[in-house]
């Protein structure tokens, strides 16, 4: 249904009719359109958003090319910002300070002199004490402007031109990478390296079916400008490339430096892209405070102009693959770049494009330049081979084209009429010089009209012929690849990443030795130790009161199962001592002071547990499926929980509801799973599940009465059944609260 737009009202009357919804939309989608395609996204032919088009633009125009003298960037933001981009100067000056550093950008498109930040963070000084200018990379991509070569449109204001994409002379999109979040989408493009993207770009120019992977033979990976080590298994590059969305995991570069004595040191020379070093020397400087970082003794910064961070082991020791690999783990040593290609087409459209169809759309761009500035050359030869057509009449009939100036009172008229020559041509007959009358001159006309109808020839065959187009463009793109020079030299490496288990040697760290740990009643937990021998010695806060005695060692791992279902895993030795009472475990997990705890025990590889909740479902759970060293802990059974019992050899389970109903079954009956509700151990028509218990039918069943004693069950296997059986009422002589042992 077509929609009509309605008069704008009389300038007496600012009040519109309008439902909320349409106008909110309307002007909505209006904002999101402009910053997909004005602010947020760069263009997939010369990888620019706006403001760093007009940047550059406005500096050329400025003629603060590479071989002049730099100007004051405050200069240059005035510029830009009176002319071309009407927003903030502090907005204008932070692109051209990211396009000025070469820690940011792979191929930096401005020269800055003066402070323009650092690594570590620090900001750029003031746009009044900074001076910039072009880069040959960024005249490159400005080359050929003045050659009809791309199209422009009105500014802001209809006062000047601008440029709607640059000419481009190497593909900067994926060169320097690019990143921006716009509404309801964003783009993350890592940097490459320029000779690799032109190599690629002249594989596709001679097979344009080119897969991924013939292109991934010549662009290995992203290349970041602060160098580092690509550990993205290739495969993965592979996927990345082809959908143009992916990641890649980059980690610093480092190397041992021996002290003598068996002392070393690690020295590392080159971050992650993007990381702030200050912020990386903080963070690890946080970790050896809280004694999170085990391995590592201290952290220093030695940075001059080349960065230089030194890592002390705790110990001789610790092997240096280790301490890296763990450290790798818990700070910024290591970071994925997330990759989103997402860029605009030529006709504005937004979309994610894989390698190939960038590297497309790039080469497509170059041959639309070509052929533009090949026709703007064509025209200024045909216009000169016309002048020259006219001089050459001249000299042939010198006599009286010199009479026809002498003595015609409308020389130029008589001229035009007389030899049949065109205005342009009478009036560059007209402002010849009389020394140029010589014969030298006129060889220097047929010389010169020769060589420029050969051009033309040359340029008109090429403008009928595809194949002479694209070796064109392959010809430039050489000669682009020799300009860039050094700037070529690859900076990141692709490397495979260890397979070392740094759990292993964290645990290999720790001195091995026998502990207790003491939970209280009201969650206050302490590792005393040695074994306590004697419970009723332990001193608690006033009203709290044992809930938990667990021998252990300080290499294990501690589980605690909570009756939301979630079991926790804290290491042993880093429990607090037992001087005092401890600490709140609440305070090491998230768990809420409403949920109790089932059980607390220590984790044995290979063990396997029964889990049971109280509407009477459950299953077996290797314990290994439980470990979680997160503060959330790591969801297992589904429902309240209500037992976790060590299946160890048992062969048969017995359960007892709140109905004083025993059912027995043996446990091959239950699945083993790694989480979930389980299945149903026992039907009730009302009230739940009670207690359970695991044992071995070789060696019998049994209870614990009130008073501790071991209470035989010889007759057990009269409660035999199949599992989710309603069962029997319990033997005479059974505990009253319904428990196989009682409740600790």
């Known amino acids: 249904m077509a929609t009509t737009t309605a008069p704008p009202p009389p300038p007496g009357d600012r009040i519109i009719d309008e439902p909320l919804s349409e106008a909110l939309s309307r002007r909505y989608l209006a904002y999101a359109l402009s910053v997909i395609t004005d602010r947020a996204l760069p263009d997939v032919r010369d990888g620019l958003k706006p403001v760093q088009r007009r940047v550059l633009y406005a500096m050329r125009e400025m003629r603060l090319s590479p071989e002049n003298a730099a100007r004051k960037c405050a200069k240059v933001v005035g510029e830009v910002m009176g002319g071309y981009h009407p927003h903030g100067d502090q907005s204008i000056y932070d692109t051209l300070v990211r396009m000025a550093q070469a820690f940011a950008q792979r191929y930096p498109l401005v020269d800055g002199q003066g402070n323009f930040g650092n690594i570590d963070g620090d900001n750029a000084a003031a746009m009044r004490y900074t001076e910039a200018k072009l880069t040959v990379a960024a005249t490159l991509l400005l080359e050929g402007i003045d050659e009809d070569a791309v199209d422009f449109k009105p500014t802001y204001d209809g006062s000047d031109d601008e440029p709607v994409v640059l000419p481009a ?128 003794g201290d952290v220093r910064d030695e940075s001059a102009e080349d960065v230089r961070l030194v890592l002390e082991p705790k110990s001789r020791n610790v092997e240096a693959e280790v301490l890296m690999e763990s450290l790798f783990k818990l700070s910024d040593l290591e970071t994925r770049f997330s990759v989103n290609l997402n860029v605009l087409d030529a006709r504005g459209t937004p979309g994610v494009m894989s390698l190939r169809q960038a590297l497309a759309a790039f080469l497509a761009h170059r041959r639309d330049v070509l052929v533009r500035r090949a026709r703007h050359r064509l025209a200024k030869i045909e216009a000169r081979l016309h002048i020259l057509d006219g001089l050459m009449i001249a000299y042939l009939n010198l006599d009286e084209v010199i009479r026809i100036v002498r003595y015609e009172a409308e020389p130029k008229a008589t001229l035009i009429a007389t030899f049949e020559l065109s205005d342009l041509q009478a009036d560059a007959i007209l402002n010849t010089r009389l020394r140029q009358l010589a014969r030298l001159e ?303």
């Open 442 to 744: 006129e060889m220097e006309i047929r010389r010169e009209h020769a060589e420029l109808s050969e051009e033309r020839d040359g340029i008109m065959g090429m403008l009928a012929s595809d194949p002479a187009q694209w070796k064109l463009v392959a010809t430039g793109l050489r000669d682009v690849k020799a300009a860039l020079g050094d700037l070529n030299i690859r900076r990141s490496t692709l490397a495979d990443a260890p397979e070392i288990d740094t759990e292993a040697a964290l645990e290999a760290m720790i001195v091995r030795e026998p502990i207790t740990v003491i939970l209280s009643d009201r969650g206050w937990i302490r590792a005393a130790r040695g074994r306590v021998e004697d419970p009723s010695e332990l001193k608690f806060k006033e009203g709290d009161k044992l809930a938990f005695l667990v021998p252990a060692e300080t290499t294990d791992k501690l589980l605690i199962f909570a009756g939301d279902g979630r079991f926790f895993t804290l290491a042993c030795d880093k429990l607090p001592g037992a001087r005092g009472h401890g600490e709140p475990l609440r305070l090491m997990i998230d768990l809420d002071d409403k949920v109790g705890l089932v059980d607390v025990f220590v984790h044995k590889p290979g063990a396997r547990r029964v889990l049971a909740s109280k509407d009477g479902y459950g299953f077996i759970l290797p314990e290994a499926e439980a470990i979680a060293f997160r503060r959330a802990g790591k969801q297992v059974l589904n429902g309240v929980a209500l037992s976790c019992i060590a299946l160890g050899d048992a062969n048969h389970l017995a359960v007892i509801g709140d109905n004083n109903k025993v059912l027995i079954f043996p446990t091959a009956e239950l699945p083993e799973m790694s989480r979930g509700k389980g299945v149903k151990l026992q039907a009730y028509r009302e009230g739940g599940l009670k207690d359970a218990m695991a044992f071995r039918a070789e060696e019998g069943a049994g209870w614990i009465d009130s008073g501790g004693r071991n209470r035989a069950w010889p007759e057990w296997r009269e409660w035999l059944g199949k599992r989710a059986g309603a069962g029997k009422l319990a033997p005479k002589g059974f505990p009253a609260s319904k428990r196989f042992r009682p409740k600790s």
């Open 169 to 296: 002379g190497f593909p900067n999109l994926l060169a320097n990478g690019s990143t921006g979040i716009a509404v309801g989408m964003a783009t993350s493009i890592p940097p490459h390296n320029a000779a690799e993207l032109i190599d690629a770009c002249l594989l596709l120019l001679d097979q344009p079916d080119a897969s991924t992977e013939a292109l991934m033979a010549h662009v290995q990976g992203p290349d970041f400008p602060t160098g580092g080590v690509i550990v993205e298994p290739r495969a993965s590059l592979l996927d990345t490339y082809a959908t143009g969305r992916g990641g890649v995991r980059v980690r610093a570069r480092w190397f041992r430096e021996d002290l003598g004595k068996g002392m070393y040191q690690i020295v590392v020379t080159e971050v992650p892209y993007q990381v702030k070093k200050a912020d990386l020397v903080e963070q690890l400087a946080n970790l050896i405070e809280l004694k999170k970082a085990p391995l590592l």
